[in-house]
């Protein structure tokens, strides 16, 4: 018997690890032989830890499994058990999704190369072996994907100017910061499907002429750091990395770095600092990293997801991929549904889709049960999105209209419990905690909003255009997002919930 | 050999071991903080002699970082997700819970040598509140279940 328990963070934040020494005992003690497979997370959270079990007719799902539900599901021989959830893809949550660069995720071992492809892995590399570089880049081009980091730049444009850069040595840098919250599409792919991100950038080390890439991941995933520096180590060791990739004499190889902490160390170009060893201050552009890049040379800075959603690009084809999506926004996006929701997780599908359905159709609403309040999407610098704003779809240039932006795909939902008033003056208070300190309006102007935003709380509506004021300079005074994008929650959250910024609120509680 | 002379000869190995990488500094105070639980004051005027630094340089970014401390932590570090995921489920009263329970505000080390830490997303925002206890994570975690845990943790 085949039996599957993630061993992805979150799974195992809810104890799947108990679930798989349970499962191991109780096996043991039945002589049964059981065959334990640690894979990903499919992404339905709220039901991890989620076991699967290989029957006749595919994979059969249980959950969310308590350690102690393990001699139950062992007696009814995984059958009619209350927790039977039915083939795991049938689940209407996954079966609604579009599943490209997730597509491996939660079904592979994730540290098995044969099982990576069996599942289609490694053919968008070895097709791209036999394209020129130039060839490559227009693959990637036309297939119309933007950068999934938060800025959404043309993937293709940026591997093109570092094509074209003439240098000694170049890089390929894979931004693996997600310091978002509500996001956690990089680590669930990491973790679930390593090699993919592998496969990704030895295709951006093909198209550009890098032969050397980095992963600067967080610190605050270990997870992701071990089993990316075990798929490192693996891929070299079968000629997927080295000196000669799958045998074609062309050279790629990788290390995995570990952040230390610092948010803004995920700008891009803060990032290169910290890699190279020095404090992570945020550099003036230009020059572009894609001409002055990591220690000085031509440097591709992509996201986890715009890398790993390369290879599928190669193995289906470009077009394959430009026709799923909406306007510019082409392909599938892995929403990152988070918060207070009561189905919270991660859901690939092709962009479009409104924001009333991700949260109230797929999300299922409030976990807590009470009507939604507000969304805030695309992170701390992201806007907080009403019910009234439910019908903007989910694009780049639709989220842009609509004063806010989709960053890296995580929505985060409040029920009407929550004040608005009290994020928004967190808001300020983790741009202050988080500069990195070049900039006077984010550095200091982050400190004052934090005391106007008290004032006002504390009854002086008179602070309020002060506020708005401040938030006018952080928005033009600032060399980057941290200290320039803040000021969308907090005037979202001023706009959405006025009555959250009064004393009368403290009375009411 | 005296313990600081133990220190230094295992701080010198620490940056020889990492002195060839491209950018050493941060593998090189990661290793030296996984080994000491802190970066020794001793560490620095080392590391910048190695990499041809100024120990105002090394200090600068020591500092910078949230995660490398200049003092050690208690017996048990306890890191807690305020992010706004967190928040939006119950974040903010487990932190109150943590900080009564453990008699000391943030960054401070309090009852049975835990230290409190902020963090700032832990990647479990689907199924938050979300804490770290000595390395491990915890997701909706609520105060009676934090109770649990530390308890567990002899703390
Ligand atoms: C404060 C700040 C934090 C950021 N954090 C991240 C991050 O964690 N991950 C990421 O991929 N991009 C992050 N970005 C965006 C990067 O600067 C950059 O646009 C991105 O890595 C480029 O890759 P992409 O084109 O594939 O999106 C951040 C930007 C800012 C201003
Ligand atoms: S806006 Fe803030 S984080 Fe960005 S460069 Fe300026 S001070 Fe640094
Ligand atoms: S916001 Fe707390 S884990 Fe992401």
Known sequence: MRIYVPADAAAR????????????????????????????????????????????A????????????????????????????????AIPYFARQTRLTFARCGLTDPLSLADYEAHGGLAGLRRALGMSQAEIVTEVTQSGLRGRGGAGFPTGIKWDTVRKA????????????EGDSGTFADRMLMEGDPFCLIEGMAIAGLGTGAEKGFVYLRSEYPDAIRVMTAAVDIARRAGLLGTDVLGSGRAFDMEIR???????????????????????????KPPLPALEGA??????????????????????????YRDFGLGRSRGTIPLQIA????????????????????????????????????????????????????????????????????????????????????????????????????????????????ETIDRIRQGDAAAIPLLEDLCETMKDGSLCALGGFTPYPVLSALRLAPQDFTPAREAAE | MSDASADLTEIDRIIDGHRTLEGPMLP????????????????????????NLGRAEVHGVVSFYHDFRETPAGTHTLRICRA?????????????????????????????????????????????????????????????????????AGA
């Open chain 1, 13 to 56: 934040a809810l104890g799947a690890d108990a679930v798989a020494d349970a499962i191991t005992a109780e096996a043991e003690a039945r002589g049964l032989e059981v065959t334990l497979v640690r894979n990903g997370t499919r992404g339905m959270i709220w039901l991890e830890p989620l076991v699967e079990v290989e029957t006749d």
């Open chain 1, 58 to 89: 595919g994979r059969t799902a249980f959950g969310p499994v308590a350690a102690s539900d393990v001699p139950g599901l062992f007696a009814s021989n995984f059958g009619d058990d209350a927790l039977a959830l039915g083939p795991v893809e």
């Open chain 1, 166 to 177: 003439e240098a000694d040595r170049k890089y390929i840098v894979c931004n693996a910061d």
């Open chain 1, 258 to 284: 570990v952040g230390a902490g610092a948010y803004v160390c995920g700008e891009e170009t803060s990032l290169l600092n910290s890699l190279e060893g020095k404090r992570g201050t945020v550099r003036a």
């Open chain 1, 295 to 320: 220690f000085g040379r031509p440097t591709v800075v992509n996201n986890v997801i715009s890398l790993a959603t390369v290879p599928v690009i190669f193995e289906k084809g470009a077009d394959y």
């Open chain 1, 339 to 450: 918060g207070n929701v009561r189905h919270g997780g991660l859901f690939e599908t092709a962009f479009g889709l409104p924001l009333g359905e991700i949260v109230d159709d797929i999300g299922g609403g409030t976990r807590s049960g009470r009507p939604v309040k507000a969304v805030q999407v695309g992170g701390p610098l992201g806007a907080y999105f009403g019910p009234n704003q439910f019908d903007t779809p989910f694009g780049y240039e639709e989220f842009d209209g609509q004063g806010g932006l989709i960053g890296h795909a995580g929505l985060v939902v409040f029920d009407d419990t929550a004040d608005l008033g009290a994020m928004a003056r967190f808001a300020m208070e983790f741009c202050a905690v988080e500069s990195c300190g070049k900039c006077t309006p984010c550095r200091i102007g982050a400190v004052r909003g934090v």
């Open chain 2, 28 to 51: 090189i105070l990661h290793a030296i903080q996984h080994a000491f639980g802190h970066i020794p004051e001793a560490a620095i005027a080392r590391i910048a002699h190695a990499l």
């Open chain 2, 84 to 152: 706004e995921a967190c928040q939006a489920q119950g974040g903010a009263a487990l932190e109150a819970a943590a900080q009564r329970r453990l008699a000391t505000g943030w960054h401070g080390t309090g009852t049975c040598g835990v230290t409190l830490e902020p963090v700032y997303c832990l990647g479990l925002c689907a199924c938050g509140p979300a804490v770290e206890l000595d390395g491990q994570l915890h997701g909706r975690v609520d105060a009676d279940r934090l109770e649990t845990l530390l308890k567990e």
